[in-house]
Each structure stands twice: as C-alpha cells, then as structure tokens.
C-alpha cells in the first residue's frame, strides 16, 4: 500500500495535459488519414461539402444505434436483431400513416406522422424489453434470444405489409430523412453557435466544479485550447453542410410550390440535416446517462464485475431489459431516420444493419469483454464505417472487395485495439 | 438482552452438499464474534445468507429480536448490514469513488450522479483508513491486493453499518495494514457495531473477538467466550470437531 509516489509531479505529455483520450485522438487520426487519402484518390471528390453531407446522413442511422449497443456490449451482451427491430418499427409506422389513420382522419392530417412516431417508438421498446426480460429473468443468451429475433421481427414486420413497399411515407415525417429536412443558412449558424456556447459553457463549468472540490485542474492555456478547439470544430462543421447548395431544379420547384418565381442567380444552402440534429441529441443524452446517471454507472458497474453489481443492491435482472428496451427504442428511432430518408418502407430496410452497428461499436472502441466502452467512439466508428463504404465506391472498388475490405478494418481494429490496452494496461 | 442477530437453524445445500447444516449463531451489538473452521466448512455461505447473497433453503434471521427477510443485498443493507466479501465484489472498470459508492451513488439537486462530492468523500474517509492510499482515479484493477482491500472495508464502514460482516478482511493484507484492520474493528466495537469476523488466524482471532463459533463440514461444532478457553482447545475444535470438556 506504498503509493505516496503516485501523486508525485513528472514531466507530462501534451494528451496528459490535456486529459485527451489518447485512444479517440488515434481514432480522429485514423479518420483524418483515410478522408485524405480518398480525397487525393479521388481527386478532391471526397471531401466535398456535398460528399460530406451525404456522408453525414448515411451515417445516422446505424450512428443512432451504435450508442445504444455500447450499453448492450458493456453489459457483456449482444443485440444480433436490431436491423429486424428498425424493420419492424417501421413497417408499423409506415402503415399507420399510410394504410390504417389516413381513413379516419384523412391523408395529410398532421397527427398522422405523430402518431406514427409513437407508435413505431413504443413497438421498439417493447420488442427489446421483451428481450431484455428473456435474457434477464429467464437467463437465455443474449446472443440466442436476439438471434431468434433477427429471424422474427423482420418477418413480423412482413405479414403487417403483406410484403410490400409501402409509401410515399406523410410528407411531414419526411423531414426527418435528410435532404428532406434541413434546418437552411441562418438557423444552421444559429444552433452551430449555440452548441459552441454550450460546449464551451460546458469545459469552464467541468473546470469550476473541480476547483471547488480542491482537486487538480488543467492549466488555463489548456482549458483554453480545448475550447477553442471544440467550438472551431462545431462551426467549421456547420459552415460545411451549409456550402453544399441546393441543386436549382429543386429550388424553382420549391418557388413553384408557393406561388412565386425564383430571382435569377438565388441559391441557398442546405445546412444541417434534422437528421443530423436528431443524432447530436441522441449522442449527449447517452452521455449523459452513461457518465452522470445512476443507470449508467450501473451498466458499467455491471459489465466489469456482474457478482459485484449485484452484491452492491444493483437489480441487474430489471438493468438487462432496461438496456434492451432502450436499444430497442433506439432502433425505432433509427426506421424512422432510414425510412424517411427512403420516403417509403421497404421490407428489406435495415437488412445487415446488426453487423454495422456491432462493428460500429467495437471500431469504436467498445470492448466485448464488457465494462468498456464510449458513445462518441461508436459514433466515431459509424462515421469510419460509412467512410470507408462510400470512399471506396466513389473509387471504383467493386462491391464484394468492399466487403471484403471493411471485414479485415474490422478485426485489425479490434486487433490494434487489444494491443493498446495491453500496453497502457501495462503502464498503470 | 436480546442480541442484535441472530440466525436459528439456517440450512442450505447446494445439490447434494450440505454446504450449512442447521446451524445457529448470534451477535451481540458491540461484540465480535469470531467463525472459524477449515476450507470449505460453510462459513461464507452461512454469512451470505445473512447479507442476501443467498437465500436459505430453512432456518430464519432475527434482527434485533423480530424476523427478518433478506432475499437480496438490497434488503441486507436496509437493515444495515454491511459486507467485505472473501472475493472482495469490486467492479475492476470503476475507480475506488465509484466501487465505494456502487448502490448508493451521491447525487446532485437534479438527480445526477456527482462524481466529485464521491471522490471527495472517499479521499476524507481513506485518509483515516489508509493513509497511504493514493490512486483515486484509476480502476481498481490497476490497484494491488491490499488497496484493494481498503476500498472494499472503506464501503462497509462509510455507511454507518450496524451489523458488519469481515470475510477475512486481512488476506491480502501486509502486517502493518492488517494491524490497522485490527485497531478498526476495536473502534468500531467500541461505537457499537456487531462484527461478525471470519478468519484463519487463531491468534487474531483470539485477540479481537468476544466469542468464536467453529464449524465443520456445514455443521456448528460450537460456540465459546474466548476468555473461556484456551488456543489448543480452539484448534481442537477447528481439527477434530471435538467441544473442550469443562470440569
Ligand atoms: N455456489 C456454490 N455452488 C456449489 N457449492 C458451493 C457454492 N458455494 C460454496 N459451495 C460449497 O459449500 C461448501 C462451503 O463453502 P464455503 O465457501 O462456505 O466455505 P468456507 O468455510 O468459507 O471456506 P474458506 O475458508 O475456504 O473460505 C464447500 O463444500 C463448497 O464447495
Ligand atoms: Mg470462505
């Protein structure tokens, strides 16, 4: 128990000063590195503020879930079904606003996307509590129970469509697709800057906080840098998504739509995606419940010791179906971002998405062996994902070397990623 | 005076083994009360029955005179009742604030859990247990046995246990933190608290405790006022199963 050393004052690195998570910087520079180098492929196509745009909300959906399989994994379980629970969301959505309310209340009516929202959210969250109770209480594997779910709901999701593609979805709802929905220049500028603001607001209250308690805090150039650092990285993201115009076809049809005519040489940016703010929401809410809530740190609690967790009045039985009926409420949330997006629903939507998603989290640093894991790194991971997939068609890779390609990313993520921490592991 | 535990007849198998065999024991508040008996003779999963680990297949827990039912760790600590396990039930991920608060976080005006009121807590009470102690922000996994093992002692005393169960708290200990163990079960005896003890040191035992119960294959051998008897009729007891004759 000597250890009065520990505290002693060393020369520190720049990531140690900082507090930076040396493992998401070499994740940034691994994305960084990749963008570049599909931007010189393909001459200067990639990095794009159009590329970029469509790149962000390819990502959202299987982004979306990602944060909720960090739960699922750290928990020590695995979720094979949830492309079969988006299917089925969706397909509940799409036939209350398209076959089954528009008689009653007639097409067009505005609770019609709501209660669609509703509806498919309550479905998701009910097919993974169903889940989480089997796995919990009956103590069948995950691994099991949501690989007889992947067979499931996909096809439950069948019989209520009859097989069928069902649109278009209720304009309203589509907003929530992509393109479909953006926020335009001035309001893009106006959240960008009041994410800055909270960002910011965010690191000086972290830093007063601890200064209250005594504790050590970073140097002001640092609490500095970071921020500036944060809020650059918000607004620089903004002013993209807003540089990639509008196509004018689309616009003069807009124009059309209300009665006037377009002034020669107007253009207007799209701006950020309500998709987009969606998936922003959805990555701080399960920060904040991972880190500052109950629930959360009993996730973690649960993953890294189960024994201890219970032994310390945790409920880890009502924990599994809390986390399954959250993934589960996530991938509704999900078909709605993927199906609006398609603007109908089709029965094979989401077909795969278990294994982006799993990937997503593990890329992302979430370890199988439970306790470990982080929402930004899963989302990061989405992103690296969808980078590499649409980075190699845009250069021409035939799609069964793509596959083939992001399986082997895959497991030399996970590979590096081991060798990481047993070098860290070793230090401390 | 009625004890603050007792546990009458408590059985419990696990398959075919016995693993506790009708067997009865109390505790007195202020008192400790030693158990002891070979590898395997059941004196961890008779204290697991009282801290909710497990339930009892018959038998029942009185708590200060009136029945009691533990079905899981939650009840055990709702009647204050507070464990340091043999394998020590520490979340290896979490650090030392996080392990000690598992269960009972400290949480902001708006429900949020707060991290540094529990590191501060935890830097005030291990500056009284352990003095040396120094890694607050790692995961426990990074700590040695014996950091450990103050985390873990560190969570049953901050609570204000009534009733404390030590399932050989010094094991992994050095003798310098195994004589500040022993000087915390005297403080704490002293404020009142009722401790039961397990241990395969005789002469620990001896030292700390009121009375000791041996056990044997699942079953009580007995119960004695350590001021009654003497270290070999203990051993006799622990070994041979055999009660010291009294003339
Ligand atoms: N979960 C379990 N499943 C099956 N058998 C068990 C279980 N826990 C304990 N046993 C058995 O019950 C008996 C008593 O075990 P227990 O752990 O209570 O012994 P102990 O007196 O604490 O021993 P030690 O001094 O080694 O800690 C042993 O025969 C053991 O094999
Ligand atoms: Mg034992």
Redesign the pocket.
């Given at each position: 128990m000597t250890d009065a050393t520990a505290d002693a004052p060393k020369r520190r690195s720049l990531t140690e000063t900082l507090e930076l998570d040396t493992r998401l910087l070499g994740m940034v520079g691994a994305f960084l590195v990749l963008c570049l180098a599909f931007d010189i492929v393909t001459d200067g196509r990639f990095l794009t503020p159009r590329n970029i745009f469509n790149l962000t909300i390819q990502t959202v959906s299987v982004a979306i879930m990602a944060t909720g399989m960090v739960f699922i994994i750290v928990c020590r379980h695995i979720d094979l079904s949830v492309g079969s629970i988006l299917a089925v969301s969706s397909a509940t959505m799409a036939m209350i606003q398209v076959e089954w309310l528009p008689q009653l209340l007639g097409l067009g009516h505005p609770l019609l996307w709501v209660a669609a929202c509703l509806a498919g959210l309550l479905v998701g969250a009910a097919v993974g509590a169903l889940h989480g109770w089997l796995v919990g209480f009956l103590a069948i594997p995950a691994f099991i129970v949501t690989l007889g779910g992947l067979l499931i709901w996909r096809n439950a999701g069948w019989y209520l469509t009859d097989g069928q593609t069902i649109g278009p979805l209720d304009p309203t709802f589509q907003i929530f697709g992509g393109a479909n929905g953006t926020l335009g220049v001035f309001w893009s500028w106006v959240v960008g800057a009041l994410a800055a603001l909270a960002a910011a607001a965010a690191i000086w209250a972290a830093r007063a906080r601890k200064a209250k308690h005594g504790f050590a805090v970073k140097p002001l150039w640092a609490e500095a840098a970071l921020t500036l650092l944060a809020a650059g990285a918000i607004l620089a993201f903004v002013a993209t998504l807003n540089a990639y115009d509008v196509p004018t076809g689309r616009l003069e049809c807009l124009f059309e739509a209300r009665g006037e005519v377009m002034p020669e040489g107007y253009s207007e940016g799209y701006g950020l995606p309500v998709s987009v703010l969606i998936l922003i929401a959805v990555a701080v809410a399960m920060t904040v419940i991972a880190r500052r809530t109950r629930f959360g740190r009993y996730v973690f609690a649960t993953g890294g010791n189960p024994d201890a967790a219970e032994l310390s009045g945790v409920d880890t039985k009502m924990l599994t179906v809390k986390i399954f009926a959250l993934m589960g409420a996530l991938c509704a949330l999900s078909a709605i971002v993927a199906s609006s997006r398609l603007t109908n629903h089709s029965n094979d939507i989401g077909t795969l998405d278990e294994l982006r998603v799993i990937a997503a989290a593990v890329i992302g640093g979430t370890a199988l062996s439970g306790g470990i894991g982080t929402i930004h790194g899963a989302i990061l991971g989405a992103l690296i994902m969808q980078s590499l997939q649409s980075g190699m068609a845009m250069v021409g890779v035939d799609s069964p070397l793509q596959n083939i390609v992001v399986g082997a990313v895959l497991v030399a993520a996970v590979f590096i990623d081991i060798v990481y921490r047993r070098r860290t592991g070793a230090r401390s | 005076m009625t004890p603050l535990v007792e546990m009458r007849d408590i059985s419990i198998a696990?398959?075919g083994?016995k693993?506790v065999d009708h067997v009865s024991v109390d505790l007195h508040a202020g008192e400790v009360v030693g158990l002891l008996?070979h590898?395997?003779?059941?004196?961890?999963?008779?204290i697991k029955c009282l801290s909710g680990a497990y339930r009892a297949d018959s038998g029942s827990i009185l708590i200060e005179g009136k029945e009691v039912q533990i079905e899981n760790p939650r009840d055990a600590r709702a009647h204050n009742i507070e464990t340091i396990y043999?394998t020590l039930a520490l979340a290896d991920n979490l650090d030392a604030a996080s392990n000690l608060f598992l269960g009972r976080e400290l949480t902001t005006p708006l429900g949020f859990v707060d991290d540094d009121r529990m590191e501060a807590e935890t830097r005030r009470i291990m500056a009284r247990l352990n003095p040396n102690f120094a890694k607050f922000k790692e995961p426990v996994k990074a700590l040695s046995g014996g950091q450990r093992q103050s985390v873990a002692i560190a969570r049953a005393v901050y609570f204000n246990a009534r009733i404390l169960i030590m399932d050989?708290p010094t094991a992994a200990l050095g003798p310098q933190e195994t004589k500040m163990v022993a000087e915390l079960i005297q403080e704490l005896k002293r404020q009142g608290l009722g401790i039961f003890l397990i241990s395969?040191d005789i002469h620990d035992v001896m030292a700390l405790c009121d009375r000791v119960s041996v056990?044997k294959n699942?079953r009580l051998v007995g119960t004695e006022r350590v001021a009654d008897v003497t270290d070999d009729e203990i051993l006799a007891m622990i070994i041979l199963g055999k009660n010291p004759e009294r003339a």
């Amino acid at each position: 128990m000597t250890d009065a050393t520990a505290d002693a004052p060393k020369r520190r690195s720049l990531t140690e000063t900082l507090e930076l998570d040396t493992r998401l910087l070499g994740m940034v520079g691994a994305f960084l590195v990749l963008c570049l180098a599909f931007d010189i492929v393909t001459d200067g196509r990639f990095l794009t503020p159009r590329n970029i745009f469509n790149l962000t909300i390819q990502t959202v959906s299987v982004a979306i879930m990602a944060t909720g399989m960090v739960f699922i994994i750290v928990c020590r379980h695995i979720d094979l079904s949830v492309g079969s629970i988006l299917a089925v969301s969706s397909a509940t959505m799409a036939m209350i606003q398209v076959e089954w309310l528009p008689q009653l209340l007639g097409l067009g009516h505005p609770l019609l996307w709501v209660a669609a929202c509703l509806a498919g959210l309550l479905v998701g969250a009910a097919v993974g509590a169903l889940h989480g109770w089997l796995v919990g209480f009956l103590a069948i594997p995950a691994f099991i129970v949501t690989l007889g779910g992947l067979l499931i709901w996909r096809n439950a999701g069948w019989y209520l469509t009859d097989g069928q593609t069902i649109g278009p979805l209720d304009p309203t709802f589509q907003i929530f697709g992509g393109a479909n929905g953006t926020l335009g220049v001035f309001w893009s500028w106006v959240v960008g800057a009041l994410a800055a603001l909270a960002a910011a607001a965010a690191i000086w209250a972290a830093r007063a906080r601890k200064a209250k308690h005594g504790f050590a805090v970073k140097p002001l150039w640092a609490e500095a840098a970071l921020t500036l650092l944060a809020a650059g990285a918000i607004l620089a993201f903004v002013a993209t998504l807003n540089a990639y115009d509008v196509p004018t076809g689309r616009l003069e049809c807009l124009f059309e739509a209300r009665g006037e005519v377009m002034p020669e040489g107007y253009s207007e940016g799209y701006g950020l995606p309500v998709s987009v703010l969606i998936l922003i929401a959805v990555a701080v809410a399960m920060t904040v419940i991972a880190r500052r809530t109950r629930f959360g740190r009993y996730v973690f609690a649960t993953g890294g010791n189960p024994d201890a967790a219970e032994l310390s009045g945790v409920d880890t039985k009502m924990l599994t179906v809390k986390i399954f009926a959250l993934m589960g409420a996530l991938c509704a949330l999900s078909a709605i971002v993927a199906s609006s997006r398609l603007t109908n629903h089709s029965n094979d939507i989401g077909t795969l998405d278990e294994l982006r998603v799993i990937a997503a989290a593990v890329i992302g640093g979430t370890a199988l062996s439970g306790g470990i894991g982080t929402i930004h790194g899963a989302i990061l991971g989405a992103l690296i994902m969808q980078s590499l997939q649409s980075g190699m068609a845009m250069v021409g890779v035939d799609s069964p070397l793509q596959n083939i390609v992001v399986g082997a990313v895959l497991v030399a993520a996970v590979f590096i990623d081991i060798v990481y921490r047993r070098r860290t592991g070793a230090r401390s | 005076m009625t004890p603050l535990v007792e546990m009458r007849d408590i059985s419990i198998a696990f398959g075919g083994v016995k693993a506790v065999d009708h067997v009865s024991v109390d505790l007195h508040a202020g008192e400790v009360v030693g158990l002891l008996g070979h590898n395997g003779a059941g004196k961890s999963t008779l204290i697991k029955c009282l801290s909710g680990a497990y339930r009892a297949d018959s038998g029942s827990i009185l708590i200060e005179g009136k029945e009691v039912q533990i079905e899981n760790p939650r009840d055990a600590r709702a009647h204050n009742i507070e464990t340091i396990y043999q394998t020590l039930a520490l979340a290896d991920n979490l650090d030392a604030a996080s392990n000690l608060f598992l269960g009972r976080e400290l949480t902001t005006p708006l429900g949020f859990v707060d991290d540094d009121r529990m590191e501060a807590e935890t830097r005030r009470i291990m500056a009284r247990l352990n003095p040396n102690f120094a890694k607050f922000k790692e995961p426990v996994k990074a700590l040695s046995g014996g950091q450990r093992q103050s985390v873990a002692i560190a969570r049953a005393v901050y609570f204000n246990a009534r009733i404390l169960i030590m399932d050989e708290p010094t094991a992994a200990l050095g003798p310098q933190e195994t004589k500040m163990v022993a000087e915390l079960i005297q403080e704490l005896k002293r404020q009142g608290l009722g401790i039961f003890l397990i241990s395969h040191d005789i002469h620990d035992v001896m030292a700390l405790c009121d009375r000791v119960s041996v056990m044997k294959n699942g079953r009580l051998v007995g119960t004695e006022r350590v001021a009654d008897v003497t270290d070999d009729e203990i051993l006799a007891m622990i070994i041979l199963g055999k009660n010291p004759e009294r003339a």
